[in-house]
């Protein structure tokens, strides 16, 4: 018999950027939960509910549907109108879309470059929406999107606040 002896000291697990990540997921962990119902975070659980509805349209387009029109609305629902399309195809796409996104937009933070394209395709989507927006909500929140991201983008570029990625290391640091 095989006797193991874990190390739960966890010595020399992780370099020093994976400990940075790690510092990282679990203080924004922190930070989102003890956040969570407050105003503070709503513009981003409405993005969310945006990439939601936007999922959908975009798996009735891919099957041949047409896209009525798209509203989120500020108690953090939304809907899409469709007709057409194939609704087993459509209906799920809206959480699996979700889901997808996050992850391109996670995958899209390992490097400047692409945290770079990322943050232009989603202004430029934002852009795009704003155009076609049937409800204040949605439009005001893809305005105040464009508006944070071009901070964001200011402030990295201009000074030496680096909010997205530097150096290929995960910090926000001054």
């Not at 990282?24 to 407050?38: D, F, G």
């Not at 108690?75 to 959480?95: F, H, K, N, S, V």
């Amino acid at each position: 018999m095989v006797k193991l002896n874990p190390n739960w000291e966890l010595k020399n697990c992780c370099n020093h950027e994976q400990v940075v990540f790690l510092v990282t997921v679990a203080v924004c962990t922190v930070v989102i939960l003890a956040l969570w119902r407050t105003i503070l975070l709503r513009p981003f659980k409405l993005v969310t509910v945006f990439l939601h509805e936007a999922s959908h349209a975009i798996a009735c387009k891919l099957t041949c549907g047409h896209v009525e029109g798209i509203q989120v609305h500020a108690d953090e629902g939304g809907t899409t109108q469709t007709r057409g399309g194939i609704y087993w195809l459509i209906l799920p796409a809206g959480y699996l879309g979700s889901s997808f996104w996050g992850m391109v937009l996670i995958l899209a933070s390992t490097n400047l470059l692409t945290a770079r394209i990322a943050a232009g395709c989603f202004v430029a989507a934002l852009l795009i929406v704003l155009c076609v927006a049937k409800n204040w909500t949605l439009r005001g929140l893809c305005i105040g999107f464009v508006l944070f991201l071009g901070v964001v983008w200011i402030l990295q570029e201009t000074t030496k606040i680096r909010i997205l990625r530097c150096n290929e290391q995960l910090v926000f640091s001054v």
